[in-house]
């Protein structure tokens, strides 16, 4: 038996010496070292040996193991070593090479003026209200002063899903859920950006779904002196000093006087133009002294408190900021047009 161990352990080390790999290693280790590998099965003719030769034996079967443990230890810890450096060589990366230029996005010129808009409204103390796109009747236009037989709704022909649900045709629904959520209380000062819908023919200046801003403040004594000072500052901070700003009559349901805001024709400078149409004016939003029905459905007392509404039209401020004779430009995702906007 002496013989057999020995030559087993002559066999196990060149064979452990010429492993090439890992798992040709771990291989060998179960086959000589296992449970059912070749030393076990060479100690399992022990019983055949006397008593004296039983420890001699076993003595040596012992130191054996201990042997080939360690040469695979050796030798797998030099494999591992061996591997990591050839991995190394491979994946070696120079970093005196030039990068590799990476194209950044921007945002959509659309997602730039809310943001610019809304910048300049917190600051003047506004916060920012959001609200379903797809309303009921009665916050789009009942609560707003426009029953159903209002001949305004011709103005807003609407995508509806039932009689009394419709993709909103403006975002003034979310000025009514925010006095709702207010409960009477005082100061009410917001602006609510969103998408909204119309079933507009699609032209340079017409789109079936546009963005709005509006905007809403309501308080004790608010008056048409702060609404038209408030939209001078606005107008002043989004287009610059170097324009004219006028304010005109005009007529909305749900405000009471109401008043359109022109500013000066960037074209022509006030000249007159195909532009402007001639007038050398350009429209760029509504606006209005809250109608006391609108309050009175919000759970607001008409004789207490009064306010100021107004709406744009992102797409417009667009257009007239950024020199974009054409509302389709937008929505084509066309990047052509699009990275005209990186600086933005």
């Not at 309501?218 to 002196?225: F, P, Y």
Request: hydrophobic share 40%; aromatic share 8%.
């Amino acid at each position: 038996m002496r013989e057999r161990l020995e030559a087993l352990k002559a066999e196990a080390e060149q064979a452990i010496q010429g492993a090439k790999d890992l798992e040709t290693l771990k291989q060998l280790r179960v086959k000589y070292l296992g449970k059912k590998g070749e030393l076990t099965a060479v100690l399992r003719g022990m019983g055949e040996l006397s008593a004296e030769e039983r420890p001699v034996i076993g003595k040596l079967a012992n130191d054996i193991r201990q042997t080939l443990e360690r040469i695979l230890d050796e030798k797998e810890s030099a494999l591992e070593a061996a591997a990591m450096e050839a991995r190394l060589k491979e994946e070696t990366i120079d970093v005196t090479l030039p990068g590799v230029p990476r194209p950044l996005g921007s945002l959509h010129p659309l997602t730039a003026v809310i943001q610019q808009v809304e910048n300049i409204f917190i600051g003047m103390g506004f916060e920012v209200a959001e609200g379903p796109e797809v309303e009921k009747d009665w916050y789009n236009f009942e609560a707003l002063n426009m029953p159903k037989d209002h001949p305004a709704r011709d103005m807003q022909d609407s995508f509806y899903i039932t009689r009394e649900i419709l993709l909103r045709t403006q975002t003034s629904p979310v000025q009514v859920r925010t006095l709702q959520a207010k409960e009477g209380k005082v100061p009410v000062r917001m602006i609510c950006p969103g998408k909204v819908y119309r079933r507009d023919d699609d032209d340079a200046t017409h789109s079936h779904q546009f963005t709005q801003i509006e905007g809403l403040v309501v308080d004790r004594g608010v008056s048409m002196s702060e609404l038209k000072g408030t939209l001078l500052a606005f107008a002043k901070r989004m287009f610059g000093e170097d324009y004219e700003f006028r304010f005109r009559p005009s007529y909305f349901p749900f405000t009471e006087p109401s008043m359109e805001m022109d500013m000066s024709c960037m074209a022509c400078g006030g000249e007159g133009c195909r532009i402007c149409k001639e007038t050398g004016w350009i429209e760029i939003l509504g606006a209005g002294m809250v109608h006391p029905n609108v309050l009175e459905k919000s759970g607001y007392n008409a004789e207490r408190y009064t306010g100021f509404a107004f709406g744009m039209g992102v797409e417009r401020i667009a257009m007239l900021k950024y020199g974009i004779d054409d509302i389709r430009y937008f929505y084509t995702n066309d990047l052509r047009v699009l990275r005209q906007f990186q600086s933005v």
